[in-house]
């Protein structure tokens, strides 16, 4: 059989050509331009040291990254390029690759001028099968990255305004305290400053910032340096001491805080005073108290420390516990109720004096609860409010009290408007008169069958109320206020805000048959109503003598007990069908 003269025999190969010879020699010759090329201009600063670890060649990158001439690079020793924080890592990982494999590590150079590069270096091995004769280094620089990184972080662990870090640092640093912590105890200190949104309202939110930047100021007095200080939120901050030795420690340390803020803040040539609430829990030692639970715990007592009339300090407690996990619950069951269609409208007739007519409808929502059945509003809108689930319950409110509204009119029951109460979350919202045109137009009802009634508290910013109570009023919706005698808001500027009723509370109205007192205030806001020419809504009439006493003084319209309680809207139907000639 004929032998192949191209392959190999044995262990002898045919001799190459003259032009194979060319061929191989350009190929080796490209091959040493790509890799001079790639040494040359990469990115990256590439050094190339000895077996000992002095560099004896580099590229021009290397030069720049480092701020040495390469003259100047030649013959220095691995470690002298490193931070000197640095060296004994970075000389760990470099000789590492003398096992034969590349390794790749991040550290610091110091530049020639005395600062930081961070790079992210590898360090492969130069061999001849046999022996490591040198090592070449190739490093990027990441400077710019950790820059970014350092700022994310920065942004995600401090808060931007103060400069204090934020409740995810607090939280974490707390954690690493209480698995430290044996003997001494640790406590969180909840802290609101009370009244800043008055503040904010008053003069501005830069007014507000500057008074912030202030309060972190003081707050870093109140603190060892080995305890923690954060702004979790808003006009909030939290105080982790770790050297608390006992209960006995939490009232001074509390009286600290207090009396550090009774020196006037000054701002803009203006002298504030401010007062804070304070809620204290304490590290007991048990496995379940962790950092987030020290926290809740605080916050707790935060609030339980507000509702107290503010200007103290509450230590949470079991009992407070207790009581917050029943609002909890609450809270919980009333995002079910939204979910699953619990809520139910009961109407309350408002009722003309002179004619005994119906003109109006109050919606009133109630709750059917699945096991507790109905649930009154008492119960539930303070959870509702606290937690922000008033907002959507709200807004449920009005739309199905137009979609009732619009379906009576469509069966030719009454042409009256239904009234829906205002929440002060809802009122302060900047895209109310949006939602209320939308929920107008998808039920097809017109505005002047929709009566929107807000309480005196909610006028106390009078530019603000003036403002959002026109563009309500531009819709063309009815405007009442609510519990009229029981706010603060002046008379005077009752003439300024468009609206077109006064309800007078029922708790005047209860008594002006046995209290002088009240049958006047009644009287007064009567009559006072009518010379600015609004209609007058007296509520929680139960009598006739009550009745009486309201037509003698001119009163438009009543609601109440005496008239006919809230009935769900089935019930109303059938008044209204008994009553038929009777509705205007």
């Known amino acids: 059989m004929p032998l192949d003269s191209q392959k190999p025999f044995g262990n002898h190969r045919r001799p190459y050509t003259s032009a194979e010879h060319k061929r191989i020699e350009k190929r080796l010759r490209d091959t040493e331009q790509l890799l001079h090329s790639?040494?040359?201009?990469?990115?990256?600063?590439?050094?190339?040291?000895?077996?000992?670890?002095?560099?004896?060649?580099?590229?021009?990158?290397?030069?720049?990254?480092?701020?040495?001439?390469?003259?100047?690079?030649?013959?220095?020793?691995?470690?002298?390029?490193?931070?000197?924080?640095?060296?004994?890592?970075?000389?760990?990982?470099?000789?590492?690759?003398?096992?034969?494999?590349?390794?790749?590590?991040?550290?610091?150079?110091?530049?020639?001028n005395g600062y930081r590069i961070e790079v992210n270096a590898t360090s492969v091995p130069i061999t001849d099968g046999r022996r490591i004769n040198g090592f070449v280094v190739i490093c990027q620089d990441i400077s710019e990255r950790k820059r970014n990184e350092n700022r994310i972080r920065h942004m995600a662990y401090y808060d931007d305004m103060t400069g204090l870090p934020n409740r995810r640092y607090f939280i974490e640093k707390l954690s690493e305290a209480l698995t430290s912590a044996r003997k001494d105890k640790v406590a969180v200190f909840y802290t609101d400053i009370d009244r800043f949104k008055l503040v904010n309202d008053s003069f501005g939110h830069d007014y507000g910032n500057m008074l912030m930047l202030q309060l972190a100021e003081r707050f870093t007095h109140c603190i060892a340096p080995s305890d923690l200080l954060a702004r979790t939120e808003g006009d909030k901050f939290a105080i982790a001491y770790l050297d608390i030795s006992g209960a006995e420690e939490l009232r001074p340390r509390a009286e600290m805080i207090a009396k550090m803020l009774e020196q006037p803040f000054v701002v803009g040539g203006d002298s504030i005073h401010l007062s804070v609430s304070i809620g204290i829990s304490l590290y007991s030692g048990t496995e379940e108290e962790d950092a987030e639970t020290l926290m809740k715990y605080a916050e707790i007592a935060l609030s339980r420390s507000k509702e107290s009339g503010k200007n103290n300090y509450q230590v949470f407690n079991q009992a407070m516990k207790t009581g917050s996990l029943q609002k909890l619950k609450m809270e919980s069951e009333l995002r079910r109720a939204l979910q699953n269609g619990e809520f139910e409208l009961y109407y309350q007739p408002q009722m003309e004096v002179s004619s005994g007519k119906i003109v109006g409808m109050e919606a009133l929502i109630r709750w059917m609860h699945p096991t507790r059945g109905i649930v009154p509003p008492r119960e539930f809108i303070p959870v509702a409010e606290e937690s922000g689930l008033i907002v959507p319950i709200g807004e449920w409110v009005i739309m199905e009290a137009c979609r009732q509204n619009k379906k009576w009119q469509d069966e030719q029951l009454l042409h009256v408007p239904v009234s829906v109460n205002l929440s002060v979350r809802q009122f302060l919202q900047p895209s109310l008169k949006e939602k209320i045109a939308n929920m107008l137009e998808i039920t097809g009802l017109a505005p002047e069958y929709l009566d929107l009634e807000i309480t005196e508290s909610m006028t106390m910013d009078v530019d603000f109320a003036t403002t959002n109570l026109l563009e309500l009023k531009n819709l063309g919706v009815q405007i009442s206020i609510d519990d009229f005698g029981t706010g603060y808001s002046s008379l005077s500027y009752l003439k300024k805000f468009p609206i077109d009723k006064l309800k007078i509370d029922y708790s005047f109205v209860r008594d002006i048959m046995s209290d002088p007192n009240d049958a006047a205030i009644v009287a007064t806001i009567i009559s006072m109503a009518h010379h600015l020419h609004l209609e007058v809504i007296a509520e929680g009439v139960e009598t006739k003598e009550q009745l009486t006493f309201l037509d003698r003084n001119r009163c438009n319209h009543i609601q109440g007990y005496w008239f006919s309680p809230p009935v769900n809207s089935v019930q109303i139907e059938e008044l209204l069908h008994s009553r038929r000639s009777e509705v205007s």
Request: aromatic content about 12%.
């Open 38 to 112: 790639l040494f040359a201009h990469n990115p990256n600063a590439i050094g190339v040291f000895t077996a000992g670890g002095n560099l004896v060649r580099s590229n021009s990158t290397a030069a720049l990254l480092t701020g040495y001439s390469e003259q100047e690079l030649l013959g220095k020793s691995f470690a002298s390029f490193l931070a000197p924080d640095q060296i004994s890592l970075g000389v760990y990982y470099f000789t590492r690759a003398a096992n034969g494999s590349p390794r790749t590590f991040e550290t610091v150079l110091l530049h020639k």
